[in-house]
């Protein structure tokens, strides 16, 4: 296979690791003598205006350490297949075709999406209107099925605990409770290892709806127990037992932008305990800033094996990691249902054990 061209994109929104996959898929296309394109600004970049970089070797050296994504990206626009939880949309069939003949003009022989559940619906569709198509998986969330770990999860949990080591000292100096709202729409990943490296004290989780007595009275017996300080970290999707998530329209169709549930625990705990709250949003900080070296390894090895699959020609899969190998997966059977955590695993049972609560 020399003087092959391959095109790459990274889709959905962005996250720690991404650059340390197409530079590890570059550097391996620029060893095998291919040629790749970076498609600029995720799927819209196959689109007119069509925009495009040449990676190799040496242009991608030392991007690895860096966040985000150096080709841009974008969870809008034209391809945006996913309309919410488990809804897919059709992609329109003159959007297909455009894409198909960008790839044919430039020679294209296969393209490697980096995405998440909604861009990989998008690389599926591609795939079955017979376009190439090899698939990476990307969430700081962690809540793709068929593999273990995503990049980017790591780097996101790691400014959680940080975020928490700030709050605790100054919650302690102030005897507050501290409310820390973190990502996670549809899962709490990040809620549950962040707030358990961080040492919170409670946890909210989209898989472990609440209720808000049961909150009030671990607050109240914390602080009876002699506690000078509370920490209580909300994945963004967690919601009580008698209500929905909180959430408002993002101004795109069909699109549902979370937050504000850490400041309605933090009112309600405010209003029904005599303990100061505060909440802090940490919102795009866990998105930000450079990868952990756990991220960066991981992103190395996804995108040499995306070449890899492309060189075995499987297309319709994609990269998965499972007991510390990579491997891979049809692109169906990572996006047909999310992984979410389950109440009853382990994890949980020990951090109750030490007595963290889950609001229920
Ligand atoms: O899916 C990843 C994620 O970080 C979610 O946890 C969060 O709700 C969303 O992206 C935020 O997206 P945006 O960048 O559009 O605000």
């Excluded at 495009?52 to 350490?65: E, F, K, P, V």
């Excluded at 593999?147 to 080591?165: I, P």
């Excluded at 946890?203 to 709806?209: A, K």
């Excluded at 609440?210 to 914390?222: M, W």
């Amino acid at each position: 296979m020399s003087h092959y061209r391959v095109g790459i994109l990274t889709s959905g929104g962005d996250c720690p690791g991404l650059n340390a996959v197409l530079w590890a898929a570059a550097t391996s296309a620029t060893t095998l003598g291919w040629e790749m394109l970076g498609f600029c600004d995720g799927y819209e970049g196959l689109l007119c205006p069509v925009r495009y970089r040449l990676l190799d070797q040496q242009n991608t050296n030392g991007i690895m350490a860096l966040g985000g994504t150096i080709i841009g990206t974008t969870n809008k626009g034209r391809f945006v297949a996913k309309v919410g939880a488990g809804d897919v949309a059709r992609i329109p069939d003159e959007i297909i075709s455009e894409t198909k003949e960008t790839l044919e003009g430039l020679g294209v022989s296969a393209l490697i999406c980096i995405g998440g559940d909604g861009s990989l619906s998008t690389a599926q569709q591609l795939f079955e209107a017979g376009i190439p198509v090899v698939g990476v998986p990307k969430t700081i969330d962690n809540d793709l099925s068929a593999t273990a770990v995503t990049f980017g999860f790591n780097s996101a949990v790691a400014c959680v605990s940080d975020a928490l080591d700030r709050l605790h000292t100054t919650a302690v100096s102030h005897r507050r409770v501290m409310v820390v709202e973190v990502m996670g729409r549809h899962t709490g990943w990040i809620a549950l290892h962040g707030g358990l490296a961080g040492g919170a004290n409670m946890i909210l989780l989209p898989e472990v709806p609440f209720s808000y007595d049961k909150v009030v009275d671990f607050i109240n017996k914390h602080f009876d127990n002699g506690a000078r300080a509370a920490i209580v970290v909300v994945a963004e999707g967690a919601f009580p037992k008698d209500g929905g998530i909180v959430s408002k329209a993002s101004g795109h169709p069909g699109e549902v932008k979370m937050g504000g549930i850490g400041n309605q625990v933090a009112d309600y705990i405010g209003k029904h305990t005599q303990h100061e709250t505060r909440c802090v949003v940490l919102g795009h900080l866990q998105r930000g800033g450079p990868p952990t070296t756990l991220d960066r390894i991981l992103g190395m090895r996804f995108g040499v094996g995306a070449i890899k699959l492309i060189q075995e020609k499987k297309f319709g899969h994609m990269v998965s990691y499972q007991n510390y190998e990579i491997g891979s997966v049809p692109i169906p059977e990572a996006v047909g249902q999310l992984k979410r955590v389950e109440p009853t695993s382990q994890m949980l049972e020990a951090a109750r054990t030490i007595g963290i609560s889950f609001g229920d």
